[in-house]
């Protein structure tokens, strides 16, 4: 799309939001259309929200997790397993497995994953922070929950090996199979995994 | 999705991008996460974009489309036919139609089309003002350029009876096959007005 608007105002705005990551030109100028269509009190609330988002967040200072004191929800809460934590690469990964409701332990939120392509380093993750949870003795278990990707998997092996002097047990959550995929389509590598990786009947049909 | 946010904060960003057409809960969580990622300067230039656009958007006096001074660079520009005016529904329209290059009139924005269904009748837009221009009988030509759909059928009819007491010429642009497509394909009520609405072929070749 080149096209001439006819009000810096405007170009700024659809520049502005075709800037956000998925949102293209086309899309910001309807957006930017449909704010004018608005009353002012619509535009306030929203460039309100997405300051006070910015500058009044807060992570919590045991898992990093986003939260709205010093101390996350989760890491609060007496009633879960302080000793397993689960090591996640983002938010969004803690929200997903929040969701299905199957975990009763505490996060720590990586903040990404190992990628030297994307010039990302162990130092620039919240690695340190792990290990120092770990030293202080409490924690029994730490569930490695990152991505089945060349990163997910380096990153799960520098930690391993960074962890391999505590006495604490490393787990890496399942691989395989997805419930209701079939066989037949499944990737080979996945596949091949889901059989190296097999469980005993009696185990899988306790789930 | 029916996730617990682990911020109030959050959450309200979430809520406030979600409000906007065509993004959901789980785009607007990755718009705030990704501004979360992003430096505190980028949060505050989108917002002050979003308050700005709506606070200080100005629309022509004569044609009412968006503009940064009381009349547009369109209808202050001598180059322009003045004499020739397009009736379009919104600022999208003006925009598309600039892009065409084929245009040297002047537009006039009606700020929608009459649809009894949305409650929005003659008098909601800016049809009286479209009169008025009309009456100063500099305006040898208005074309309606408006969807082809019933409730836009009914805006040209409306337009059409209100300035049949002037002396103007009234007319509706073209419709018919677009090019490329393959008559197989046309709906049925498009074919037989491109029937109806044939060309003499001399006509057609010379554009």
Request: glycine fraction near 8%; charged fraction near 25%; proline fraction near 2%.
């Amino acid at each position: 799309m080149n096209q001439k608007l006819p009000s810096v105002l405007l170009e700024n705005a659809v520049n502005e939001l075709a800037s956000l990551p998925g949102i293209g030109k086309k899309t910001a100028l309807r957006l930017a259309l449909y704010l004018l269509r608005r009353d002012i009190g619509y535009a306030e609330a929203l460039a309100e929200a997405i300051v006070n988002l910015r500058r009044h967040v807060v992570y919590c200072k045991q898992c990093h997790n986003i939260s709205d004191s010093e101390i996350c929800t989760i890491c609060a809460n007496p009633v879960r397993d302080h000793t397993l934590v689960c090591v996640v690469e983002n938010i969004k990964d803690v929200m997903a497995i929040e969701n299905t409701g199957q975990f009763k332990g505490v996060y720590h939120v990586l903040g990404g994953i190992i990628s030297p392509m994307d010039g990302i380093g162990p130092g620039d993750l919240q690695i340190t922070s792990l290990i120092e949870r770990v030293a202080k003795g409490e924690i029994k278990e730490v569930i490695l929950a990152l991505s089945t990707t060349m990163e997910g998997d380096t990153t799960n092996f520098f930690i391993y090996r960074k962890l391999s002097s505590y006495d604490v047990k490393v787990s890496v959550i399942a691989r395989g199979i997805s419930i209701g995929d079939e066989i037949e389509y499944t990737d080979e590598i996945t596949l091949g995994r889901s059989i190296q990786n097999r469980t005993s009947f009696n185990d899988s049909i306790k789930i």
